[in-house]
């Protein structure tokens, strides 16, 4: 029986693929009970069924399979009873994936899902809000009051790096195409036959345009499916990426032991007075969600104290994240502590185990740093092995590449002489060497200058310089955008305009926002409307 107020039921398939709490939240922000699927019967007795996915083709099929779930999921399907997936949900309704070779989909949908062809767009993956654009006249539920008059969404979420393409086997269901990179790179973004729907972007990750979404297949009794696109389509608008404004947080315990967000000068959180406080900005679930309702598109946690020796299920920032979650209808990421760990009472965990316990908590995304610049620095030296026992690698092979961000505080090395620098130890690469511009050269007239990678919060200085870490971090699995946290805007600056094939999202720590930056300059659109907490803090 739904709960008093509840609009009624809906059911959740999870099965273990990535961050379902967000899900979860975004049916219960709509007014529903969710009710959770524990056996294949269940699937079959669902009135409406929410089948998410997030991490890679072939491990989410195996979980399919281990649980029992294949056959009843294809009957369910088959009798064209409500369905709606989401992500990777919808990737394995097709019938396979160049992600995982040999591993048959659900083949609901005709056709192959394929990678982005790294030559043809900005970077993979796909990451970040763009549109979609409808390709069938007529009305769908998912998309009631949600297109313009030229048929076009406002911006969604997507993180992906595989795809599936319009084709004549498909073009009964494909629903909507989103564009990237040139024009041969347009994807399905979503489609829908009957009662059945799935989305490539994330509608519960999607701020207020995603929840109405999720909103209209929630309400409604009766589905409409518009009749099939006609090929081949008329030359249209292509949707852009917008860019993305991303509030990061530094999370750490005060000398009461409560959770504050602090800000650093020269890494030091500590106020200048005689108390030495540590500097409070606010608290973290109530800063986050104003922030959110300001109009930031992705909110990340930097734990900077890491709680070293924390019991995993004690791990302050758990409730964070799964406060923030039931809010904040955007990207969620976590960083610091991210390791392998024994606890005071002797428990051994794994990284994994760790970043596991982060998705559940509500994390779309965990951020690495000073253990992957260590991680990176052993890549090198070993000639590019991949061993696959990394914590980049287990990480991002159970959850996906887009899953593990990569954090790096780089630190200005400068040089008088390019031809004079000396080679780093090991088989670590040369450093790009950047000119510096008129007014901005070193404390002693030099030029030129690189950027080094630093552990232990800055205070350890490495020679393995901030694009040797991107390129051994993407090789190995993490996502290939790599937030650089720091207080000195020029080295952001440089080094975006120096690493075409290396494109960053910079993330400026503490209180402030910064754009994602790529190599094309991207309709900047807004996600949605700000709506302001009433109860948000006036703490900036």
């Known amino acids: 029986m739904p709960a008093a107020g509840s609009k009624g039921s809906v059911t959740l398939l999870d099965y273990g693929a990535g961050n379902v709490r967000s899900v979860r939240n975004a049916i219960v922000r709509c007014g529903y009970d969710v009710i959770d699927v524990s056996s294949p019967e269940d699937v079959l007795a669902a009135e409406k069924l929410i089948f998410p996915g997030v991490g890679s083709f072939g491990y ?19 009798e064209d009873r409500p369905l709606l997936g989401v992500c990777l949900g919808m990737q394995l309704l097709f019938e396979e994936s160049e992600e995982s070779p040999g591993v048959a989909g659900l083949g609901v949908i005709p056709g192959k899902v394929t990678r982005f062809d790294d030559a043809l767009v900005e970077s993979v993956p796909h990451m970040g809000w763009n549109g979609a654009r409808t390709i069938r006249p007529g009305a769908s539920t998912l998309l009631d009051g949600m297109v313009d008059e030229r048929g076009y969404t406002d911006k969604v979420y997507f993180v992906h790096s595989y795809r599936a393409m319009l084709d004549e086997a498909n073009a009964d269901w494909v629903l909507t195409q989103t564009d990237y990179g040139d024009g041969s790179q347009s994807f399905v973004s979503s489609v829908q036959k009957g009662n059945v729907i799935a989305t490539q972007f994330h509608p ?133 502590g991210i390791r392998d760990y024994t606890d005071s009472e002797g428990v051994e965990y794994s990284a994994l185990d760790v970043a596991s316990s982060y998705f559940r908590s509500g994390a779309d995304k965990i951020s690495l740093g000073s253990d992957a610049v260590l991680i990176a620095e052993e890549w090198w030296n070993s000639g590019g092995e991949t061993p696959g026992t990394t914590p980049i690698e287990r990480i991002s092979f159970m959850y996906g590449c887009q899953a593990v961000v990569i954090s790096c505080d780089p630190k200005r090395q400068y040089v008088a002489d390019p031809a004079a620098l000396e080679p780093p130890p090991g088989k670590l690469p040369a450093p790009t060497v950047l000119k510096m511009a008129a007014g901005d050269e070193g404390p002693e007239g030099e030029g030129y200058a690189w950027y080094a990678c630093t552990t232990q919060g800055g205070r350890e200085t490495r020679q393995l310089d901030a694009i040797g870490l991107a390129v051994a971090c993407e090789a190995l699995g993490a996502v290939r955008r790599t937030p650089i946290s720091t207080p000195d805007q020029n080295v952001q600056l440089d080094l975006a305009a120096k690493t075409d094939a ?36 006036s703490q900036v």
Do not use: W
């Open 60 to 78: 989410c099929m195996q979980r399919l399979r281990d649980s029992g779930f294949i056959e009843p999921l294809k009957q369910y399907i088959a």
């Open 204 to 336: 519960e990750k999607s701020g207020e345009v995603g929840l109405s979404m999720l909103a209209n297949f929630l309400n409604s009794d009766t589905i409409v499916s518009p009749p099939p696109a006609v090929l081949p389509l008329p030359t249209v608008d292509r949707t852009v990426l917008a860019r993305r404004v991303i509030a990061c947080l530094d999370v750490r315990s005060n000398d009461a032991g409560d959770l504050v967000v602090t800000k650093g000068d020269q890494y030091d959180v500590r106020e200048k007075d005689d108390d030495r406080g540590v500097r409070n900005l606010g608290k973290p679930v109530e800063l986050a969600g104003r922030y959110y309702g300001e109009g930031a598109d992705e909110i990340t946690f930097l734990n900077i104290t890491a709680f070293r020796d924390t019991p995993l299920d004690d791990m302050p920032l758990q409730e964070v994240l799964q406060k923030s979650s039931e809010q904040i209808f955007v990207p969620l990421c976590i960083g610091g």
């Open 502 to 537: 290396y494109p960053f999202a910079l993330l400026r720590r503490g209180r402030f926002f910064s754009t994602a930056l790529t190599r094309t300059a991207p309709t900047p659109v807004r996600r949605h409307t700000p709506k302001v907490p009433a109860n948000a803090s």
